[in-house]
Nanobody, 120 residues
């Protein structure tokens, strides 16, 4: 009954910026961690950034200093501000969250993804 929907992907030139959003909806009691993953063609899905309730963040080394993850708990929404984009950032970006509902604790939910393409 929980749904995560990403938005904000698109085509951008190298050096440009995009901001991704992911809104969670449904019978949500609380959300612990929210994360952004990405997957390029023929590559494994990798964790890009994570944020827990309270604001602590983690980033993969390749995006540290360029990407910023944030969340709005009142809106059950997580954001990924992506600056200084590089062609190697091209991927489908997926939202992920650990969600507690009235019937389940800490269930892992995924969005369907939003495509980010960075041209050289």
């Amino acid at each position: 009954q929980v749904q995560l929907v990403e938005s904000g992907g698109g085509l951008v030139q190298a050096g440009g910026s995009l901001r991704l959003s992911c809104a969670a909806s449904g019978s949500i009691f609380s959300i612990n961690a929210m994360r952004w993953y990405r997957q390029a063609p023929e590559k494994q899905r990798e964790l890009v950034a994570a944020i827990i309730s309270g604001g602590s963040t983690n980033y993969v080394n390749s995006v540290a200093g360029r990407f910023t993850i944030s969340r709005d708990n009142a809106k059950n929404t997580v954001y990924l501000q992506m600056n200084s984009l590089k062609p190697e950032d091209t991927a489908v970006y997926y939202c992920n969250a650990d969600v507690t509902t009235p019937t389940d604790y800490g269930m892992d939910y995924w969005g369907k993804g939003t495509l980010v393409t960075v041209s050289s």
